[in-house]
């Protein structure tokens, strides 16, 4: 079982198969061919030697009723012209002819060893009967042919069958080989065989330039892959010869664009997370120094700067939690918790928790729940990705602004849409804002305790609940979040 199974995962180049393939398509043919012309002109020059000894044969009992050949025999008298000719017939044909009385009894044979024997068999009968036969024995090689013998005056009509009425006198058996016919086919055979042999080598080194000819552009697509496999990935992946190669091609450069796009944003990343988290480090780095090299520095101004220290090592420590919560997001298959939960109270609670913040700045937060939602969410995810959305709402608004956030479904998805009058996002930044570390405005953001890494978040979150994000914003006049997510799980 395992020897099988080892055997068919293997695998094997194209090139045999092909060949094999072509091999078989072109020379199976060939060969039928010949088997089969063999075997039709074997049978022609049978049946042309069996129709060649019937008109003979026709033409010699004809003779023997014009010459009373049989009542002749009988009487002794004989007739030595025709017994020779009837000797030439059988050499003729390789064969035995045997003339036969209507009394069974054989009253000539060219072998001249059964005359006086009497022969009754079923072919003879009917001749005596009037009917002409033959039959053709291809095992072992031979046919014979029985005519009847119409007496004198009778005339015998086409095809040597009796007229009405008229008397039969006897029969003419002849029995022939047909080795000389096989001898003669095998001889052609075996000169037809060389030809055949050196067609085949022909048609076989055809077939192995054509297949080495067709297989071309696949080695050279190989070889290209084969040096992008080593890691050029700047090789020129273009093989247009067939529809194959070239869709190949096409998707192979496709997913080296895909690459590199991967590569460089990871490049950028890495250079991006090592800049916010290098912002805070230097922050306390200028906020420590600028107090060492007071030399009186009053107590006020210490508890001062420790402050902001303290508010940078915040700062970092968002970070880090939000590049965590990424990197778990990232993952081929990160950890869900679904259950059936209630969206209504989810939402409720993240106002809850959102209000005092909004409070500060006089910013008025709406809930308005179109129904009742239940739905298979992971609960703390989603809390996060909303929460990220209201708070921007409230961050990016001014004073005496006003969130509204609103929750409906239909039979399939339920909806969150967070609407503020705030800043709003310009055109030209909206299909960015979700990319890591983007901030339309720095200052801003900075000032507000953001990373950057929020909308991604809630993005990447939406997402795993098979959902989608929509950004609906004009400058100066807000902004509309829509979170589109399946009530029931999909994995
Ligand atoms: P941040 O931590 O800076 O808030 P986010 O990923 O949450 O990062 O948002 C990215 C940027 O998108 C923000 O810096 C801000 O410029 C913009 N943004 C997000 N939400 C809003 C909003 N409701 N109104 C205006 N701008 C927004």
């Known amino acids: 079982m395992t020897k099988w199974k080892w055997n068919f995962t293997r695998s094997v180049g194209m090139r045999a198969p092909l060949l094999i393939c072509i091999l078989v398509l072109t020379l199976l043919p060939l060969l039928v061919q010949a088997r089969f012309m063999s075997g039709f002109f ?266 902001d220290i303290s508010d940078e090592i915040d700062r970092e420590n968002k970070i880090i939690d939000d590049l965590l919560t990424l990197v778990k997001m990232d993952k081929s298959s990160p950890d869900l918790n679904i259950s059936s939960a209630s969206v209504n109270a989810l939402l409720e609670q993240i106002l809850k928790r959102v209000r005092p913040i909004a409070k500060k700045r006089n910013i008025e937060l709406i809930y308005e729940s179109i129904r009742e939602v239940t739905a298979d969410v992971d609960e703390v995810k989603l809390s996060l990705a909303l929460t990220n959305l209201v708070e921007n709402a409230v961050k990016y608004n001014h004073e005496d602004g006003w969130v509204r956030v609103i929750l409906d479904a239909d039979h399939k998805f339920f909806y969150v849409k967070v609407i503020d009058n705030g800043v709003g996002i310009p055109e030209e930044f909206q299909s960015k804002v979700f990319e890591r570390f983007y901030r339309v405005d720095k200052a801003r953001s900075r000032e507000t305790g953001g990373t950057g890494l929020g909308l991604s978040i809630t993005k990447s979150i939406v997402m795993l609940h098979q959902g989608a994000i929509k950004l609906l914003s004009r400058e100066g006049d807000g902004t509309t979040f829509t979170v589109r997510i399946p009530l029931n799980y999909i994995p």
């Open 42 to 307: 074997r049978k022609s020059r049978i049946e042309e030697s069996m129709i060649e000894a019937q008109n003979k044969c026709l033409m010699l009992a004809n003779r023997m009723r014009s010459s009373d050949y049989i009542n002749g025999a009988l009487s002794n008298t004989g007739n030595p012209s025709l017994d020779a000719e009837l000797n030439v017939t059988a050499d003729l044909f390789n064969g035995r002819i045997v003339v036969i009385d209507s009394s069974y009894r054989i009253i000539r044979d060219t072998f001249e060893v059964a005359k006086g024997r009497f022969c009754v068999v079923e072919e003879v009968l009917k001749a005596l009967d009037g009917e002409s036969g033959s039959r053709l024995n291809e095992e072992k090689d031979y046919f014979y042919l029985t005519l009847p013998i119409y007496g004198k005056a009778d005339a015998p009509g086409a095809g040597g069958k009796k007229p009405e009425g008229d008397p039969v006198e006897g029969a003419l058996l002849m029995t022939a080989s047909t080795e000389s016919v096989a001898l003669l086919v095998e001889n052609v055979n075996h000169r037809a065989g060389f030809f055949q042999l050196l067609l085949a080598c022909l048609v076989a080194a055809a077939d192995f330039f054509a297949v080495a000819q067709l297989l071309k552009p696949f080695k050279r697509l190989s070889q290209q892959l084969g040096l992008v496999a080593e890691g050029n990935l700047d090789q020129e992946i273009e093989v247009n010869d067939y529809l194959e190669t070239r869709d190949i091609s096409g998707s192979v450069r496709e997913t080296i664009r895909r690459l590199k796009d991967v590569d460089q944003s990871r490049q950028e990343f890495v250079s991006n997370v090592s800049h916010e988290l290098k912002t805070p480090i230097t922050s306390i780095r200028v906020l420590a120094d600028s107090l060492m090299a007071m030399e009186d520095a009053p107590v006020e101004l210490y508890r001062e700067f420790m402050v």
